[in-house]
């Protein structure tokens, strides 16, 4: 086992260790620095092991025992890695639900409908405010700052992947089919084409584009 508990699910584990799989992630990532160096892999490991809870407990979380394993593996400080685990938002402190929902509020999806992907998201999970878990366990909901894909607001990240281009009732359906155990192709859920202009493209092309100007 790679992460042991005697607490109550969803508590501190009292071990925690590599599995195959991160070790390999490891490896890959440290051979980026030399080992005078290696304490810069403290992001890419604190990942590795939020990863690797999400795959072997299906909560994708940093417990403080697994900061204290990246320490000594980086022979670092422990206050080192909890300074960076605490410090940015995408780290998960505390367990959380099987899906993470990631709901963006600023300025560009707030202004293509993001509050009513908020909405949805509470209706659908029965979630009453940011920062909760569903009776069932299966779904967190959080509020986050920009995703940077506002040409495709609004936006839900769900773990990993960006829903994109989503409205109250595509929002039900997604969460419908995650509580299914099902994971829709993640990108626009309108069908629209990276960032292209949503209804299709909006200049002329072909032989009216190369008509010189003033010509019928």
């Known amino acids: 086992m790679s992460v042991q508990s005697d607490a109550p699910q969803g508590a501190e584990?009292?071990?925690?260790?590599?599995d195959e799989e991160s070790e390999r992630q490891i490896a890959a990532i440290l051979a980026k620095y030399?080992?005078?160096?290696?304490a810069s892999g403290t992001?890419?490991?604190?990942?590795?092991?939020?990863?690797?809870?999400?795959?072997?407990?299906?909560?994708?979380?940093?417990?403080?025992?697994?900061?204290?394993?990246?320490?000594?593996?980086?022979?670092?400080?422990?206050?080192r890695v909890y300074e960076v685990a605490t410090f940015y938002f995408m780290f998960n402190t505390q367990p959380i639900g099987r899906y993470h929902l990631q709901v963006c509020t600023t300025t560009s999806c707030w202004l293509r409908g993001s509050d009513d992907v908020t909405a949805a998201?509470?209706?659908a999970t029965g979630i009453s405010n940011f920062g909760e878990t569903s009776k069932d366990g299966l779904f967190t909901l959080t509020e986050v700052e920009c995703l940077g894909a506002c040409a495709n607001a609004p936006i839900l990240q769900v773990d990993n992947?960006?829903?994109?281009?989503?409205?109250?009732?595509?929002?039900?359906?997604?969460?419908?089919a995650l509580r299914?155990?099902?994971?829709?192709?993640?990108?626009?859920?309108?069908?629209?084409?990276?960032?292209?202009?949503?209804?299709?493209?909006?200049?002329l092309v072909g032989d009216a584009a190369r008509k010189p100007q003033g010509q019928g």
Request: hydrophobic share 35%; aromatic share 6%; proline share 10%.
């Open 13 to 18: 584990p009292t071990h925690f260790a590599f």
């Open 34 to 38: 030399p080992p005078e160096r290696k």
């Open 43 to 79: 992001l890419p490991l604190l990942y590795v092991v939020q990863n690797q809870m999400g795959r072997t407990t299906g909560s994708a979380w940093v417990p403080r025992v697994a900061m204290d394993v990246v320490a000594a593996r980086l022979e670092v400080a422990p206050i």
């Open 121 to 123: 998201c509470k209706a």
């Open 161 to 176: 992947d960006y829903y994109e281009d989503l409205d109250g009732s595509r929002t039900v359906e997604l969460i419908e």
């Open 180 to 203: 299914r155990g099902e994971r829709p192709p993640a990108g626009s859920t309108t069908g629209r084409m990276t960032s292209a202009p949503a209804g299709g493209r909006k200049v």
